[in-house]
């Protein structure tokens, strides 16, 4: 089944202490992208990478990093999480190769809904 | 500065009744348009989309409908049905470049409700 994962699914977490979401997709996309969504401002892109070893800054990078070193992985972190860093993330993923260039559908993971204290 | 605006946090309707989600935007440099359905605990999924060389796209119950000139794009749903209670959220991007064609600037989403 073709699907974009993450993990964890909720996590709670203090001011400070590392952490790292995994992503990852089993449809051989090029083109994965982390969102945060955010009550009355929607889903806004954080960082995003077009293939292995090139990723770029989306609108709101601030406080998060981001790696890509294998096709099908796309992990986000947080290296010193603050509350305002309390959201909901989806990572995505699209094929930038396959069909129509930007026509092809973007799928998302399931979301992974993040406390800082 | 939002490019794309959900002015309608919520609507409410009556199951069979058409219900109509709106969309304004403000970037002329988009030229793709697409619904998303969100339902809780869970990622958004694809619904519908339009270019903008279109002013109307239909897919069974769900027809997506595009003013250029007003910057404004709607989401007709027509029955609605229990099953459409859902978050959407309207989506633009610009075909111009290849970075840009992947890239889905949102709207803050509309949440649905339909009543039995």
């Known amino acids: 089944e073709a699907q974009v994962t993450q993990n964890p699914r909720y996590l709670i977490t203090v001011t400070g202490k590392k952490l790292t979401v995994t992503c990852s997709q089993n449809?051989?996309?090029?083109?994965m992208s982390w969102y945060r969504q955010d009550p009355g401002l929607g889903l806004r892109q954080i960082y995003y990478?077009?293939?292995?070893?090139?990723?770029d800054k989306g609108d709101v990078p601030e406080g998060y990093k981001v790696s890509r070193k294998e096709k099908r992985n796309f992990p986000l972190i947080l290296e010193s999480p603050s509350p305002n860093q309390t959201s909901l993330y989806f990572c995505?993923?699209?094929?930038?190769?396959?069909?129509?260039?930007?026509?092809?559908?973007?799928?998302f993971g399931p979301g992974t809904r993040l406390t800082v204290l | 500065d939002q490019q794309v605006k959900q002015n309608s946090p919520s609507l409410s309707v009556q199951e069979g009744r058409i219900s109509i989600l709106n969309c304004d935007y403000t970037?002329?440099?988009?030229?793709?348009f697409l619904w998303y359905k969100k339902y809780p605990a869970e990622g958004p999924t694809f619904l519908i989309s339009?270019?903008?060389?279109?002013d109307k796209n239909e897919d069974g119950r769900f027809t997506v409908f595009l003013n250029k000139s007003a910057k404004h794009l709607s989401l007709h749903i027509v029955p609605s049905q229990p099953g459409d209670s859902a978050v959407y959220f309207c989506?633009?991007?610009?075909?111009?470049?290849?970075?840009?064609?992947?890239?889905?600037?949102f709207g803050q989403g509309t949440r649905l409700t339909i009543n039995p």
């Open positions: 989506a633009a991007k610009t075909l111009a470049s290849i970075q840009g064609a992947q890239k889905l600037v």
């Open positions: 995505a993923s699209s094929s930038i190769t396959g069909g129509l260039a930007g026509l092809d559908e973007q799928f």
């Open positions: 449809m051989n996309h090029e083109y």
């Open positions: 970037n002329s440099m988009f030229d793709y």
């Open positions: 339009i270019s903008s060389i279109k």
């Open positions: 990478s077009m293939n292995v070893e090139v990723t």
